[in-house]
């Protein structure tokens, strides 16, 4: 089942304060397009530890968004990289493509 | 505590200050992108604590551990628990944060850095540089006190703002005075013979007129400490 980006991870901190959550929100979106778009740019030049590098990013705010099992494909995928095997690039891609949809609506 | 944040992640800082600033005693006095900037200003201030990120392009965490002649205490934050046991080969870090940081780690790792601190300040008090419990002397070098076994010193040499205390194998350089030192030994072991010399009289191996050769050594003597000196020695 797909998982939802969800701001439980967030609300532990501002403890009901919105502002905080949006500016954090606020720094992510300004963050992730540029970080997604490093990641495919190295991907597609077959630069995997590079690559592997820009996951270990994005993967902070995989976990920000509360989406655990996300994490942990993200967390192999990174792992694989690194050893120049791309099987979980696809999934990858699924999830970077939740989160770009879930920043829209912000 | 002042303390800067050093992440190339701006959503990684944000959330470090803000658990900082649940705490009245964290003051974050500066956020860096990266290392060099982080350098930069530590060149001109002084920081009680770093939350450094490891993972950064260029120089990493540790790399910029390697660059600080005094690294002052340091929480690392990371998403990557493989550098564990790399960080527990530097004595600054305190402690090892995985992200996504939550609040109750966040508060023990705040305890320990507060425990150490508190530890380190009474140690770097200046009269605590040098303590003396039974035929042990504890010197405070590099935040950590070092055990020195009293009767093994033959010499303490005078060098400006330091001391140098020599036993047989080993010298070590302590931010001290002759005087504070010279307070701690045994006077019936230890004679003052210059206003930059201490000796173990028991290590003498000869004496000229205005020297004393112990070990490899050959020491001054002053003119107004020759008479206790030789007061001291079993002549025959």
Do not use: W
Request: aromatic residues 8%; charged residues 25%; hydrophobic residues 40%.
């Amino acid at each position: 089942m797909k998982e939802i980006p969800n701001l439980n991870y967030l609300s532990q901190f501002s403890r009901g304060d919105k502002s905080f959550e949006e500016r954090m929100m606020g720094i992510v979106k300004s963050e992730f397009p540029t970080e997604k778009e490093v990641y495919y740019s190295n991907f597609q030049q077959k630069n995997y530890k590079l690559a592997a590098e820009n996951v270990h990013k994005i993967k902070h705010k995989i976990s920000i968004l509360g989406l655990e099992k996300s994490y942990e494909i993200a967390t192999n995928h990174e792992n694989s990289l690194r050893e120049g095997h791309i099987a979980l690039a696809s999934d990858f891609d699924e999830i970077l493509q939740t989160i770009s949809d879930y920043l829209e609506t912000f | 505590m002042n303390c800067i944040i050093i992440d190339d992640e701006a959503t990684a800082r944000a959330i470090v200050q803000e658990l900082c600033m649940q705490y009245n005693e964290i003051e974050v006095v500066a956020m860096f992108s990266n290392a060099i900037e982080a350098i930069k200003f530590l060149n001109q201030n002084e920081v009680d604590l770093i939350f450094l990120d490891i993972h950064m392009p260029d120089y990493t965490g540790f790399d910029f551990i390697e660059t600080l002649k005094n690294p002052p205490h340091i929480i690392l934050t990371t998403s990557d628990p493989n550098f564990a046991i790399q960080a527990f080969e530097y004595d600054c870090i305190v402690d090892y944060l995985i992200k996504p940081i939550t609040p109750e780690r966040f508060q023990k790792s705040v305890q320990k850095a507060r425990l150490i601190a508190s530890k380190t300040s009474k140690l770097s008090t200046s009269d605590k540089d040098v303590m003396a419990s039974g035929n042990d002397l504890y010197v405070n070098i590099g935040k950590r006190l070092i055990k020195i076994n009293i009767p093994s010193i033959y010499l303490v040499e005078a060098k400006g703002d330091y001391i140098k205390v020599k036993i047989e194998d080993k010298t070590f350089t302590i931010h001290s005075t002759l005087k504070k030192i010279e307070d701690k030994l045994p006077q019936d072991l230890f004679l003052k013979v210059h206003r930059s010399f201490i000796i173990n009289v028991k290590k003498i191996i000869d004496i000229a007129d205005n020297s004393v050769l112990i070990q490899n050594d050959v020491v001054p003597v002053s003119r107004s400490n020759r008479p206790e000196l030789m007061k001291r020695l079993n002549l025959l």
